[in-house]
Nanobody, 117 residues
Framework: VQLVESGGGLVQPGGSLRLSCAAS????????MSWYRQAPGKERELVAA????????NYADSVKGRFTISRDNAKNTVYLQMNSLKPDDTAVYYC???????????WGKGTLVTVSS
């Protein structure tokens, strides 16, 4: 089982990034997917989540209207489009896969996003 995040990097405030999380080793379409982040000295927090079928996306209040989660079950990939980035968005971003009701839970190793001028 692997979840591999990519797309992080250094971006100026107001800029955009698109994170990707490529999944392998399990049936991706059975799993709800989510993005979490952890800033230095802070706890990991939920950023966005999407159901196995790609519906009902939900977002942390701090990113609503700026971030969009989506998935492509044919490519076994989930995305996080991040617009209007702020310095407070600086964190390591993690991808999570959960099969609801089965107790199966996978995490990626994260990708660093730094928002700074």
């Amino acid at each position: 089982v692997q979840l591999v995040e990519s797309g992080g990097g250094l971006v100026q405030p107001g800029g955009s990034l698109r994170l990707s999380c490529a999944a392998s080793g399990f049936t991706f379409s059975y799993f709800a997917m989510s993005w979490y982040r952890q800033a230095p000295g802070k706890e990991r927090e939920l950023v966005a989540a999407i159901t196995s079928a790609g519906g009902s996306p939900n977002y942390a209040d701090s990113v609503k209207g700026r971030f969009t989660i989506s998935r492509d079950n044919a490519k076994n990939t989930v995305y996080l489009q991040m617009n209007s980035l702020k310095p407070d968005d600086t964190a390591v971003y993690y991808c999570r896969a959960r099969r609801i009701g089965y107790g199966v839970d996978y995490w990626g190793k994260g990708t660093l996003v730094t928002v700074s001028s």
